[in-house]
Nanobody, 117 residues
Framework: VQLQACGGGLVQAGGSLRLSCAASDRTFSPAAMSWFRQTPGKEPEVAAT????????YYDDSVKGRFTISRDNAKNTVYLQMNSLKPEDTATYFCAARTYTRGFEYWGKGTQVTVSS
C-alpha cells in the first residue's frame, strides 16, 4: 500500500490549507489514519487521528479547534483541513496508516506547509 499526500504550500498566517492523502489500494482498511508533522531536529508528532471505521477523531491540543481531519472511505482518502494557520504550524506533514497488527505500518511522503507571519 502506498500513501500519496498532497496539498502543502506557502500561506500567510490566518490562512487555510487542505491536505489530502490517498491510499493506492482501494480495499485497504486501516484501523486509523493520522497526520503527523515534523520540524527539523524534532521527532514527528501526531496532529490528528481518525478511526477508520467509526470516524471518531483525536486532535493535539495545539491544533484543536483549527484543524479538522476527515475521511472518504470510498476513495480511501484522508483529509486535513487546516484553518487559522499560525507560523508555528510550519512543518513537514506526513500521513500514516495504523493497522490492527503493526502500528503505523504505512507512511506517505511528507508535504511541506509553510506559514508566513
Amino acid at each position: 500500500v502506498q500513501l500519496q499526500a498532497c496539498g502543502g504550500g506557502l500561506v500567510q498566517a490566518g490562512g487555510s490549507l487542505r491536505l489530502s492523502c490517498a491510499a493506492s489500494d482501494r480495499t485497504f482498511s486501516p484501523a486509523a489514519m493520522s497526520w503527523f508533522r515534523q520540524t527539523p531536529g524534532k521527532e514527528p508528532e501526531v496532529a490528528a487521528t481518525i478511526n477508520w471505521s467509526s470516524g471518531s477523531t483525536y486532535y493535539d491540543d495545539s491544533v484543536k479547534g483549527r484543524f479538522t481531519i476527515s475521511r472518504d472511505n470510498a476513495k480511501n482518502t484522508v483529509y486535513l483541513q487546516m484553518n487559522s494557520l499560525k507560523p508555528e504550524d510550519t512543518a513537514t506533514y506526513f500521513c500514516a496508516a495504523r493497522t490492527y497488527t503493526r502500528g503505523f505500518e504505512y507512511w506517505g511522503k511528507g508535504t511541506q506547509v509553510t506559514v508566513s507571519s
